[in-house]
């Protein structure tokens, strides 16, 4: 039973490029959830996904957007892109009915150069 | 907006010792997870506390949630090193959809 896997695993990119981060659930959840991860804190919540539409947000800017497909997968924008976006973000997943029980991917590194 | 503080910061001890890391809430808690996250890896759950004063354990962690829901404890004891990670408190909002608020952990180090 595959986990959470999320790709790239690494990305570099320059400010104000453009970038997509995927993300594929633990099979049998429907909710996706993205975190982002600063260089020593704590991962700091972007939004939530179910049923195809963003359930909840976190205090992030327009220009981070995602998007859920009919097979729960899940993908990560982030527009013009600053310095402060190098993170690891992180995928988390869960079933409706045990929201709070989630499981993280390994994440996807990004430096903004 | 709700502030978690974990104390502390760092830790570096050697195998078999006993160890105590804090988590601290500026607000009431809903409820409270402990996550351990090890380097390249997502955050593993480890447990969920609900109710002011429970106490679970789980081999050699133990968790508390204090009474008034404002603060929470893990505990472990004889540490190995395959403990070493960062140790993370979240806080569960946001209704039905469930979000976590997590503090900024508490890198832990165990030396064989």
């Known amino acids: 039973d595959a986990g959470v896997t999320q790709s790239p695993t690494h990305l570099i990119k320059t400010r104000g490029q453009q970038v997509t981060l995927r993300c594929s659930p633990k099979s049998g959840h429907d909710t996706v959830s993205w975190y982002q991860q600063a260089l020593g804190q704590g991962p700091q919540f972007i939004f939530q996904?179910?049923?195809?539409?963003?359930?909840q947000r976190g205090n992030f800017p327009d220009r981070f957007s995602g998007h859920q497909f009919p097979n729960y997968s899940s993908e990560l924008n982030v527009n013009a892109l600053l310095l402060g976006d190098s993170a690891l973000y992180l995928c988390?997943?869960?079933?409706?009915?045990?929201?709070?029980?989630?499981?993280f991917g390994s994440g996807t590194q990004l430096s903004v150069l | 907006t709700q502030l978690l503080e974990q104390s502390p910061q760092f830790l570096s001890i050697q195998e078999g010792e006993n160890l105590t890391v804090y988590c601290n809430s500026s607000?009431?808690?809903?409820?409270l997870q402990w996550y351990r996250q090890e380097p390249g890896e997502g955050p593993v759950l480890l447990v969920t506390v609900v109710t002011g004063g429970e106490v679970k354990k789980l081999k050699r962690l133990t968790f508390q949630f204090g009474d008034a829901r404002k603060d929470s404890s893990l505990h472990i004891t004889a540490a190995q090193p395959g403990d070493t990670g960062l140790y993370l408190c979240?806080?569960?909002?946001?209704?039905?959809?469930?979000?976590?608020?997590f503090g900024k952990g508490t890198l832990l180090t165990v030396n064989p």
């Open positions: 979240a806080d569960i909002s946001g209704g039905s959809n469930y979000k976590l608020t």
């Open positions: 988390a997943s869960s079933q409706v009915g045990r929201r709070e029980k989630l499981f």
């Open positions: 996904y179910y049923e195809e539409e963003e359930r």
């Open positions: 607000s009431v808690f809903s409820s």
